[in-house]
């Protein structure tokens, strides 16, 4: 492991940054290959952990609007990586959640299916956890961790005595979490909000449908942490962020025909 860390961290100072797929820098150094075998060992350990709903009625509406997601996402971003194939499972979870890993591997809970009103809303939280994988988020989390570790690594090589370097770590780990892994999550969540719109009304889903559907989260969900110590935009910062972009996204929705997975 400390190999692995040492060599992430002088492959980082020759790469410097990339640009994900909205332009933001970023670095995210895992090899494809290794996070698509991560995301496959994940969902296959989920799929025997979880019920999975195999009711035909649920699969085929989940899995068609999947499809019209995922052909607009390759439209709307053409030069981000795309995996070949894409899995999807529904499984029965109250939570109202949504998840996509590497490798192209989608996770509906049911309890999504519950607090999303229509296909729209649905669209706009599948979408969303698309462009987690289409801007490599995952990739750019591990690396940063690896990172992270990397440098607590240095930090006891040059410090004296068993008590300060515990000390120490201990105060990095903290400001670490507070100054570098927490902001970076949320820039994650900002980015795939703002991809994950577009994606919705080029795929035909109607835009406006993602803000009600961030209503309906808040009104189920309850108290949140506050922001700054979140992984996520609270519920009235992500919709404020959203509608502040409904004029875009509109206007791509007015260019395709609606999409229609009432089966």
């Not at 025997?48 to 068609?64: K, S």
């Not at 005595?161 to 780990?173: K, M, P, R, V, Y």
């Not at 035909?204 to 949140?224: K, T």
Request: glycine content about 8%; charged content about 20%; overall charge negative.
């Amino acid at each position: 492991m400390k190999s692995l860390i040492l060599g992430l961290l002088a492959l980082t100072l020759l790469t410097g940054c990339q640009e994900s797929p909205t332009g933001r820098n970023r670095l995210a150094l895992v090899p494809d290959a290794v996070m698509a075998d991560m995301g496959q060992d994940g969902f296959v350990q989920m799929k025997q952990q979880n019920p999975v709903i195999t009711r035909p009625d649920i699969i085929r509406r989940v899995q068609c609007i999947t499809r019209e997601l995922l052909a607009a996402a390759e439209a709307q971003y053409p030069s981000a990586p795309m995996p070949e194939s894409w899995e999807v499972a529904v499984f029965d979870n109250a939570t109202p959640n949504a998840f996509a890993l590497p490798g192209g591997k989608i996770g509906v809970h049911s309890g999504l299916l519950r607090v999303a009103e229509n296909e729209a809303q649905l669209a706009a939280v599948i979408g969303h956890e698309i462009a987690h994988v289409l801007a490599s988020h995952g990739n750019e989390r591990l690396t940063q961790q690896l990172g992270l570790e990397a440098g607590m690594m240095l930090v006891g090589l040059f410090t004296e005595g068993e008590i300060a370097e515990d000390q120490i770590q201990q105060a990095l780990g903290i400001g670490a979490q507070l100054g570098i892994t927490l902001p970076f999550s949320r820039a994650h969540e900002e980015e795939a909000d703002l991809m994950g719109l577009k994606i919705m009304a080029r795929a035909g889903f109607a835009p406006e449908q993602s803000v009600r559907l961030w209503q309906n989260m808040a009104q189920a969900s309850g108290a949140q942490p506050m922001e700054f110590l979140s992984t996520h935009p609270n519920h009235d910062s992500r919709i404020e962020s959203l509608r502040s972009r409904m004029s875009t996204a509109n206007e791509l929705f007015s260019q395709v025909k609606p999409a229609n997975c009432q089966i």
